[in-house]
């Protein structure tokens, strides 16, 4: 058994643009989200290797229970500590075509 540690889950919420206009109302042209943090991918990625982990972190708040929630059950093992405040990080990318991508 192999145990990874995420210190900081995030939920990854990237809103895609055709481009960022200066001064301007900019209309998303598409939302995705991802669940990780260090600790959470390299769960995954053994996962898809055959091999056994259990994730251990710090989560709280509505987001920590949206990630917990969000992770494909019965995949990743979990064994998260709650904290009594604040959330669990929800970090926003901006990606406008070519534009460089602006990350929260």
Do not use: C, W
Not at 4 to 33: C, F, M, W
Not at 57 to 73: I, M, Q, R, S, Y
Not at 77 to 103: C, H, S, W
């Amino acid at each position: 058994m192999i145990y990874t540690v995420t210190i900081s889950p995030a939920i990854d919420y990237v809103v895609h643009l055709d481009r960022l206009q200066k001064g301007a109302t900019n209309r998303s042209t598409g939302e995705e989200y991802f669940l990780g943090g260090k600790g959470i991918n390299v769960s995954q990625i053994l996962k898809e290797l055959g091999m056994e982990s259990i994730v251990l972190g710090f989560v709280t708040g509505f987001t920590g229970k949206a990630l917990e929630n969000g992770l494909p059950p019965g995949e990743i093992q979990m064994d998260f500590i709650y904290l009594k405040q604040e959330l669990t990080r929800i970090n926003v990318k901006l990606k406008a075509g070519d534009d460089p991508e602006i990350n929260g």
